[in-house]
């Protein structure tokens, strides 16, 4: 009766940490469609908004961090469940870098407003997107234990590098072209890298979700784009 009670216990703090989690993933990611929009629009004030609604994400790492505390000091934990718990602890500091991320974004807009727009600025927000993805669907496999879907997340990393590449080109032949631009240019390269940095984190997180499900590294053919 009492192992059951634990093993209840435990079903309902850890369903409290991925709830967290998913929380926490979901600013992130309206943090990140939020930077984008405001760069578009040039949208200072929403810019603002969005480097204040980071705190947030903040308070709840800081739940996240003493609930997992709590969990691992409380109880003796089997090994998954004990990787689930880690995991957690670790995710949690990961998303609140995105927002960090979507954070320094937002900062760029005031620096870029004013200044005349220039095409490439319509392409980031396609890179933004799947950055945005990645996080959501990262998230969805802690949540499932889905290590399939950790890897795929990880597949889609290298696609964003491409985008980042192809970004990088655009912006550069567009600054040399056109010598005026070079500060706005300096600006969306910067943009675009913390997009690229936000693919990163996501993949860190797939690496910790495959195993705390698995128990298993994920394949370095895997991480590397590879096929599994």
């Known amino acids: 009766m009492a192992t059951d009670f634990a093993a209840h216990a435990f079903d309902r703090d850890i369903g409290r940490l991925r709830g ?14 939020d930077a984008i929009n405001a760069l578009q629009r040039a949208d200072t004030a929403l810019a603002t908004q969005i480097r204040e609604s ?11 961090e003493a609930l997992a505390v709590s969990i691992i000091a409380g109880r003796k934990l089997v090994d998954g469940d004990l990787r689930d718990v880690v995991a957690a602890l670790k995710i949690a500091g ?7 991320y979507a954070k320094n974004i937002a900062k760029r807009v005031p620096l870029i ?11 980031i ?8 993805e990645m996080v959501h ?18 597949e889609r990393d290298r696609l964003l590098d491409d985008f980042y590449d192809g970004i990088f080109r655009m912006l550069v032949t567009y600054m040399v072209e056109n010598p005026k631009t070079i500060g706005q240019v300096a ?28 128990g ?9 784009g590879g096929a599994a």
């Open 20 to 33: 967290m989690l998913s929380q926490m993933g979901g600013l992130a990611e309206q943090a990140i469609h």
């Open 216 to 224: 298993e590294q994920m394949p370095e053919r895997v991480k590397t």
């Open 137 to 154: 669907d990262v998230l969805d496999a802690f949540a499932a234990r889905d290590a399939q879907g950790a890897v795929l997340v990880c």
């Open 54 to 64: 980071d705190k947030s994400i903040d308070v709840l790492q800081a739940e996240v």
């Open 113 to 123: 407003d004013g200044e005349e727009r220039i095409e490439p600025i319509s392409v």
């Open 125 to 132: 927000p396609a890179m933004a997107r799947i950055a945005a």
């Open 187 to 214: 600006h969306l390269l910067f943009v675009a890298k913390n997009l690229e940095r936000i693919g990163d984190h996501a993949t860190n997180v797939a690496e910790m979700v495959y195993f705390a499900a698995t």
């Open 94 to 100: 990961v998303i609140e870098r995105i927002g960090d």
